[in-house]
């Protein structure tokens, strides 16, 4: 495997890591921080650490970014915006294990789109590496017991999951797609991403303010805001942008099915949570696939 895609690999497992911090994290604030305002807050944060590092590039490239257009406005009304409100609004409204049984849809919504979209049908071993790793995370999440899965019910919430999925989905097939509108350094694109996306962001949490839903500015609300900002946000973002472009998107979305794994893992080293027996065969089994699905070719 090449070295530029093995270390994309590595990223992707590191935003991964990130992500399944952020999901404990959202878990553990639902009541004290409302979704909009964390979502506002979140990528405010994550535009102060950018801006210093990107801001003179921004300028620099502001013709690209003009010429983008639209297509750079919607790909942030995807990543940050909806994707964003979707996801914090379902939270408060659906059980933890239907989000992550939901987000089983992102592999396969992206494979299906890489094909359609930008021509780049995976190879059939990824294809297979899929299916294992998807055996993997329904194991996890059916705790080792297939019935557990028949006995599940849903919600208003997982519906917005489903959008949500599918909005980042095409968020990642886009991005690969338009490509060539995007010649910019990595953290360049995020900036513009993000302050874009931030801007409408804003009119969901001044409606919130305007229902009354405040949180109180304590140091754990204000870390809490800090982890996303800088780790789910920053970092996460890109390293995924980095996947996409190294891998494409089919390949990048495979990386989705570490997350309830390393969940486990921090709930066992930060919650003092026990690994089970079926925790490392899920585990075992979703990382087979990602292996196998790593060694096909991008089309």
Not at 3 to 9: G, K, V
Not at 71 to 98: D, H, M
Not at 115 to 124: Q, S
Request: with cysteine; glycine share 10%.
């Amino acid at each position: 495997m090449p070295r530029a895609q093995l270390l994309a690999w590595l990223g992707l497992a590191l935003a991964s890591l990130f992500w399944a911090g952020n999901s404990l994290v959202a878990r553990a604030f639902t009541g004290a921080i409302p979704p909009f305002s964390l979502a506002f807050w979140r990528w405010a944060v994550a535009l102060m650490i950018l801006l210093p590092l990107v801001g003179p590039s921004l300028w620099q490239h502001r013709h690209t970014l003009r010429n983008a257009g639209w297509r750079l406005w919607f790909a942030a009304l995807l990543a940050i915006t909806l994707y964003n409100v979707l996801l914090y609004t379902a939270a408060l409204s659906t059980a933890a294990i239907n989000l992550s049984l939901v987000s089983t849809c992102l592999p396969l919504a992206t494979f299906i789109g890489a094909g359609l979209l930008l021509g780049e049908w995976p190879a059939r071993r990824a294809w297979v590496g899929l299916g294992l790793a998807l055996v993997g995370l329904l194991w996890l999440i059916a705790q080792g017991n297939w019935q557990v899965l028949a006995s599940l019910s849903f919600a208003e919430g997982d519906l917005l999951m489903v959008l949500a999925t599918l909005d980042w989905a095409l968020y990642s097939l886009l991005l690969r797609r338009w490509s060539a509108h995007f010649q910019l350094p990595p953290f360049t694109l995020l900036g513009a991403l993000v302050l874009i996306g931030l801007l409408m962001l804003a009119p969901f949490y001044a409606w919130e303010l305007w229902q009354g839903a405040r949180f109180e500015p304590s140091l754990p609300n204000l870390a809490a805001i800090g982890y996303t900002a800088l780790f789910a946000s920053v970092l996460g973002y890109q390293l995924w942008n980095i996947g996409l472009r190294e891998l494409g998107a089919a390949r990048t979305a495979m990386s989705n099915y570490l997350m309830p794994v390393f969940t486990a893992i921090l709930g066992w080293v930060l919650l003092g949570e026990s690994l089970q027996t079926y925790h490392w065969v899920g585990g075992a089994l979703i990382v087979s696939g990602l292996l196998l699905a790593g060694r096909g070719q991008k089309s």
